[in-house]
């Protein structure tokens, strides 16, 4: 995977003292780190299932739904819903 973004990048690390380095590295460590840990709850039916049992129990989130089905129920005597 050498594209020309990585090696400028590489390029550039060249310049870096020590210090900078270790403390570059500890950054990257921890996004990749971040990003794995998001990219497993989202891969994880589980946890996307609580998630959505949640947002389903959560009162705002009832109000907002029956606020929308109110503004909505005379569209829903023009008979499309039987379509």
Known sequence: ????HLIKIEHDLRVL?????EWLLERIEKQ?????????????VKYINEQLAAMASDL????EITTIKNEFSITEMDGLEKL
Not at 17 to 21: F, G, I, P, T, W
């Open 1 to 4: 995977m050498n594209s020309p």
């Open 60 to 63: 705002d989130i009832q109000t």
């Open 17 to 21: 003292s020590l210090e900078e380095l």
């Open 32 to 44: 990749v780190q971040e990003k794995k840990q998001i990219l497993n709850k989202f891969n994880d």
